[in-house]
């Protein structure tokens, strides 16, 4: 399977409850494609949406796993944007100030990834 063969059906699995289970499938896909950075990025996501303020610990695993794809690919767009939530999640609004100015100045934004940021207000989440 394709990398985003597997991240799309781990978001089908997710959307349906099974996040658990969709974080073990792409954990054993990225076992075997380490240094794919989309996975990378797909995996420390669906990690990062399996956090909440009360428990922490699977944001605080994406941001390393997040960090590592970024040292791969440094303008990784889906990474910053990831890891700006996740910054955000763990209180870290200078983090993500500079990964959304780090966005920014991409030459090209994906406009998935644009509508995201306004549509989950991660701009106004960011108080420093």
């Known amino acids: 399977l394709s990398t985003n063969d597997v991240l799309r059906a781990a978001e089908v699995m997710a959307q349906d409850g099974l996040v658990f289970e969709a974080i073990r499938e792409v954990a054993l896909v990225l076992a ?26 699977p944001a605080e695993v994406a941001e390393g796993h997040l960090n590592d794809a970024l040292v791969v ?6 990474s ?18 500079e990964d959304l100015a780090a966005f920014d100045a991409l030459p090209e934004r994906p406009a998935d990834l644009v509508d995201m940021i306004e549509v989950f207000n991660l701009r106004d989440q960011i108080v420093r």
């Open 80 to 97: 910053l944007v990831y890891r700006a939530f996740v910054r955000v999640l763990l209180g870290n609004a200078d983090g993500a100030a």
């Open 32 to 57: 075997d494609r380490p240094d794919d950075v989309e996975l990378m990025a797909g995996y420390a996501w669906l990690l990062a949406r399996a956090a909440t303020p009360a428990e922490p610990l």
């Open 73 to 78: 690919e440094p303008a990784h767009p889906k």
